[in-house]
């Protein structure tokens, strides 16, 4: 019989300090609960207690074929339903995956209603009925002044139509103008609610890359539907360039090509970095009170009147970087456009 080993003062030192941080607060799972897309929506822990909104789960499984069923069956992700789990593995983390019988792990159809599908389906519900409401008054009091929220969103109307869309696209503006409505406050609503901490605001929309990537390929497409042949004459045959750059290896319509998907891609990064980028410093001021307040009490009510000033004007200043996050993406998805539609040169 072999003797039992004993733990060295090394080992128990060190198992000590992991039973006291384990209940520590963890300030990056704290940002990334926040500005992660989520199969609920989380509202408070008290203690142990987890007080959230379900949404729906529907994943479709080639052994299991089609199922539906609320998020709150996964426990917050600490425990499985039918085969199905909440994956803390880095290669699937935050997405639910599915358990095979042999103990491996896939990854089935998902469908599911998460966090910010829910916020982007009540931005666009809101903006229906907000801008059919202003058509009907419009119509209604045709000779009156606008009043309400037509007094609102007026100017920032006139703002898109006389300094976005007229000067960038020409003469043809008029086409575009519900795109680029569209696209403006789809944008800046979004950015708005996500700084309203009570659903169905608080959901980080642009922050999450799928979403401005849609959008850029919807900017793409009008730029390819709306271009002239002189527009690709300029990237294959740019006019008053050096016929050695073209042939025989064709450097720069490689480059002018290449540009024509990175000005596109560059659209996408800028919105959803500086959205994402925006969130993660106001939350890392906001955390500072948690980890100063678990080193002393004095330190964490300390540090608040520091770090709460600073949110505060963070979040201020995410105001504005809404609606310019949102002025640079229409402008530039116009400029774009305006650029596609050239007219032959003189």
């Not at 043809?172 to 409505?181: A, C, F, T, W």
């Not at 800046?188 to 009570?198: A, E, K, S, T, V």
């Not at 480059?255 to 800028?270: A, D, G, M, P, T």
Request: proline residues 6%.
């Amino acid at each position: 019989m072999l003797p039992k080993k004993t733990a060295s003062k090394e080992e128990k030192r060190v198992d000590s300090a992991q039973e006291k941080t384990s209940g520590s607060f963890d300030a990056r799972e704290m940002i990334m609960d926040h500005i992660m897309d989520s199969y609920e929506w989380h509202l408070f822990t008290y203690k142990d207690y987890h007080c959230s909104i379900p949404l729906p789960v529907i994943l479709y499984s080639k052994d299991k074929g089609l199922h539906i069923f609320f998020s709150s069956k996964l426990h917050h992700g600490e425990s499985s339903y039918k085969g199905f789990k909440i994956s803390t593995e880095e290669k699937y983390h935050g997405k639910i995956v599915e358990e095979l019988p042999d103990g491996s792990i896939v990854k089935p159809l998902d469908l599911s209603i998460t966090k910010v599908t829910v916020a982007f389906l009540f931005t666009m519900l809101f903006m229906v009925w907000l801008f059919v409401s202003i058509a009907n008054a419009y119509k209604r009091h045709k000779d009156e002044p606008p009043h309400g929220m037509q007094n609102l969103l007026e100017p920032l109307i006139l703002f898109i139509r006389d300094e976005v869309a007229r000067p960038s696209i020409g003469e043809k503006y008029e086409r575009y103008m519900p795109y680029l409505l569209t696209l403006f406050f789809f944008i800046f609503f979004n950015n708005i609610f996500g700084l309203i901490p009570i659903p169905p605001g608080g959901a980080n929309v642009m922050g999450n890359v799928a979403i401005p990537t849609v959008m850029a390929l919807f900017t793409f497409a009008l730029v390819i539907l709306s271009s002239t042949k002189y527009f690709w004459i300029d990237i294959f045959n740019t006019p008053g360039v050096p016929w050695w750059l073209k042939f025989p290896i064709p450097l720069l319509p490689l480059i002018e090509f290449l540009s024509l998907f990175i000005k596109h891609i560059v659209l996408v990064i800028r919105l959803f970095a500086n959205i994402i980028a925006g969130h993660i410093v106001a939350l890392g001021f906001f955390a500072l009170i948690f980890i100063f307040g678990e080193m002393s009490l004095l330190g964490g009510y300390g540090i608040s009147f520091v770090s709460v000033p600073f949110t505060v004007f963070l979040t201020l200043l995410e105001i504005l970087v809404a609606f310019i996050q949102a002025y640079v993406f229409t402008l530039l998805s116009a400029l774009y456009v305006g650029l596609a539609m050239e007219e032959p040169h003189h």
